[in-house]
Every structure is written in C-alpha cells, then in structure tokens.
C-alpha cells in the first residue's frame, strides 16, 4: 500500500509541476505584456526579467498555499485520486484557453478543479469549507476585477494631473525607463501569489497520503514549484501577450506603468491577507481601467467581453471537467479490482 501511495504521490507532484508549467507560460502576459506591447522591453528581455522574479517571488510566503492545500477542502477527508483529477480538470482548462488566446485564471480553473473533484468523490457539497471559499475566494473573485479597475483608473488620472505640464517626449522617456521597474514588480508578486497554489496541491497529496503530518510545506515543494513556473514563463504565452498588451487598449509607457504598479499593488495586499487571487483578472481589469482614463471609448470592450466570459465560466467549467475525470478515474479503479 505505501508503494501505491508513493507512486500515487509522485504522479500528483508531476501533474502539479505540469500545471505549474503551463501557469507559468499561461500567465507570463500578466507581468510582460504591457511592457512588449509599449517596446520598452525586448520579447526575450521580459521573459528573462519575468522567469527570474517569477523564481524569486515564488518563496515570499506559504499562506495563499495554505489557503488552497487546507482551507477550502480538509486534506484527511479525500484520497489522493480527487488532487490528481483537480488537476488534471485545471490542466485542460488552461491549455484550452491558451489555445484560443483567452487570458482565464490558472487560480480558478484549479479551484474550480478542487471543487469538482472533491463533491465528485464525495457525493456532497458539504466536503467544501464554504466559509472559507466565500471568504478568501468569491469575495476576492467579485472584487480584485473591480479593485484593479479601479486603481488602473485613478492611478492613471492622478498621473495625468501630475504630467500635465510635462512634454509627451518627457513623458514617455521617463517611463520608458520606469516601467522595467513596474513589470518586475508585477512579475514579482505573480510568483508570490500563483507558484503558492501549485504548493498547496502538493501538499495536500502529502498530507493527503499520509506522508506529512501536518500541513507544512516543504523546502523542496517550494523548490520544484519555483523552478517549474519559472521555466514555464521562459516560454512565453504570445497569443495572450497579444490580447492583453494589444487588443484591448493601446498603451504608452506611462499607461503600462500605472496598469502594472497598481496591479502589483493589489496582488501584493491580496498575498498578505493569504487569498489566492487572479493574477490575470487584476492586471487586466488594470489595464481596462488605464484605457478609460483616457476616454472609455479607448477600450476594445468586445475583447474584454470575451475575457470576462472567460473569467465567468473558468470555475464551474474546470470543476466540471475535474468530476468528469475523477468519475473515469474510479470507472478504471473498478475496472482493475475486477481483473
């Protein structure tokens, strides 16, 4: 049995760094696309800058990972089948809106996944903390969209006030060189918040397989889940930089600027009140909320409608597909006893 439940584990770590992988290329546009789409950083640039503070920002804290490892489901009242089937659901969600260039939230396509699996293999919706769930992930879900718009809106305006007498050639010198600084810190606080969930996932299997005794996360969790979004963010994720940096609103620097560090501002405070929020949402609704400082017009509102559909469908689509997958899971499991 403890055979069964290592190599059960190993598949979970390798699923996991797998999803971790695809977050990472998935979601390089969030740190990366304004400053591709202004020209102030190379293609090749960004990605570098990103993958390293992706790695970086990956060992800032251990509490959004708690948060998916143990607040929303109890690790002790689910096998380790219903981690695998989580991320399996995540997994085909990610790569489904990667193909179509639709910026969704790795968050909560393996949220949603946790979901699914867990009423799946439970038969009950009350294997969900919903307390919890409501607390740390609808509230922010509802809010860091409204929040990043917000701040992208203001942050910009107040800008504009304080530029007001600058020369456009000023302007676009200064933050030409000030939106490295904005795109690292965005880059940072993206590992700070997404590389934790895939942590969370792994050891909630160790805890899960009896491996652990508690739900403490180890170093060489940490380690592997760092590296492997890092290198995924070496790969980049064009289809998305593309809809984000450039279909949705035309950027200046100093556009790319205020969406970033505004963005960067809200991940931040989202990480220390330990809630594993969308990156993706935040820097997007950022960049929407930089567009409509100038005029609302400004805005390709048909783009972001199609991102917003995205956002909206994201957790019952991945929960669905995680059930879908538990249920083949335990048809195979049957199947084998049997033989």
């Not at 991320?87 to 979901?115: C, D, E, R, V």
């Not at 860091?144 to 701040?151: D, E, L, Q, R």
């Not at 997007?284 to 199609?306: N, P």
Request: glycine letters at 8%; proline letters at 3%; charged letters at 10%.
């Amino acid at each position: 049995m403890l055979d069964l439940t290592l190599i059960i584990t190993l598949a979970v770590v390798v699923l996991a760094l797998i999803f971790d992988f695809i977050n990472g290329f998935h979601d390089t546009a969030n740190s990366i696309a304004t400053s591709v789409s202004t020209r102030v950083l190379s293609p090749g640039a960004a990605i570098t800058m990103a993958a390293i503070l992706n790695f970086l920002g990956a060992f800032i804290s251990v509490k959004v990972a708690k948060t998916i490892g143990s607040d929303i489901v109890d690790p002790g009242m689910i096998p380790q089948t219903v981690v695998i089937a989580t991320l399996l659901g995540a997994i085909i969600w990610n790569l489904i809106t990667w193909y179509f260039g639709l910026p969704s939230s790795s968050s909560h396509a393996l949220i949603g996944g946790l979901l699914g699996a867990a009423i799946a293999f439970s038969g009950s919706f009350s294997i969900v903390n919903w307390s919890n769930f409501c607390a740390k992930i609808l509230l922010w879900l509802f809010l860091s969209p409204c929040i990043g718009f917000g701040a992208g809106y203001f942050f910009m305006n107040i800008l504009n006030f304080i530029l007001r007498s600058w020369r456009p050639a000023a302007v676009t010198r200064v933050f030409s060189k000030a939106q490295i600084v904005s795109a690292a810190l965005m880059a940072l606080n993206h590992g700070g918040n997404d590389a934790q969930k895939s942590m969370g996932i792994i050891t909630m299997a160790l805890l899960s397989g009896g491996l652990i005794p508690q739900f403490h996360v180890p170093l060489w969790v940490k380690v592997t889940c760092a590296l492997a979004m890092a290198l995924g963010t070496s790969f980049g994720g064009w289809r998305i930089i593309k809809t984000m940096g450039m279909n949705m609103a035309r950027l200046a620097p100093v556009n790319g600027f205020a969406a970033e560090t505004s963005a960067a501002a809200v991940i931040f405070t989202a990480t220390m009140l330990h809630s594993p929020v969308s990156t993706t949402h935040i820097i997007s609704t950022s960049i929407m909320g930089v567009g409509a400082a100038k005029r609302f017009s400004s805005v390709r509102w048909a783009v972001a409608k199609d991102i917003v559909w995205a956002w909206v469908l994201t957790i019952p689509i991945s929960a669905f597909l995680s059930a879908l997958v538990f249920y083949l899971i335990r048809a195979l499991e049957i199947i084998f006893v049997d033989m």
